[in-house]
């Protein structure tokens, strides 16, 4: 009987479609995308900066109260949706270095192509496709 199970459900996920990765869209406020299709997530990468421009603009010179002007702006209502959003941004960072994203704009497909010069991912998946045909 566990055998039977064992091959019927080897059948199954052998014939069971591959799902690849949504394209990702790398970018910064300079390169602004439109269009996006459902699925595709959009990473801007200047994002971080800007947060902390919005958030902190102007602290003090002295190191004490710059520390208790932050800390006053952590203790704001809304301070763990902007520590989300921060959150994000800097990831967004790390994963695009650990991607190998060396400039913007930049689509990844498949979790592993990246494809420069474009945000549009039918073109950025045209360009690989022509690509892939060049190689031997």
């Given at each position: 009987?566990?055998?039977?199970?064992f091959?019927?459900?080897?059948?199954?996920f052998?014939?069971a479609?591959i799902?690849?990765?949504?394209?990702?869209i790398?970018?910064t406020?300079?390169?602004?995308?439109?269009d996006?299709e459902p699925?595709?997530?959009?990473?801007v990468?200047?994002?971080?900066?800007?947060l902390?421009?919005?958030?902190f603009p102007?602290?003090?010179g002295?190191?004490?109260?710059?520390?208790?002007?932050a800390r006053?702006?952590?203790?704001?209502?809304?301070?763990?949706?902007?520590?989300?959003?921060l959150t994000?941004?800097?990831?967004a960072?790390?994963?695009?270095?650990?991607?190998?994203v060396?400039?913007?704009?930049?689509?990844?497909i498949?979790?592993?192509?990246?494809?420069?010069?474009?945000t549009?991912?039918?073109?950025?998946q045209?360009k690989?496709?022509?690509?892939?045909?060049?190689?031997?």
């Open positions: 009987m566990q055998r039977y199970l091959f019927l459900l080897s059948i199954l052998s014939a479609p799902a690849l990765a949504q394209p990702t790398y970018t406020s300079r390169y602004p995308v439109a996006v699925g595709v997530q959009v990473f990468l200047d994002e971080a900066q800007q902390e421009q919005a958030l102007a602290l003090a002295n190191e004490q109260q710059a520390e208790q002007q006053q702006r952590m203790q704001q209502p809304d301070w763990k949706t902007t520590e989300a959003r994000g941004a800097y990831q960072l790390v994963t695009a270095w650990s991607l190998g060396e400039k913007v704009p930049a689509v990844v498949d979790g592993h192509y990246v494809v420069y010069g474009t549009d991912t039918h073109q950025a045209q690989l496709n022509e690509w892939r045909e060049q190689q031997p």
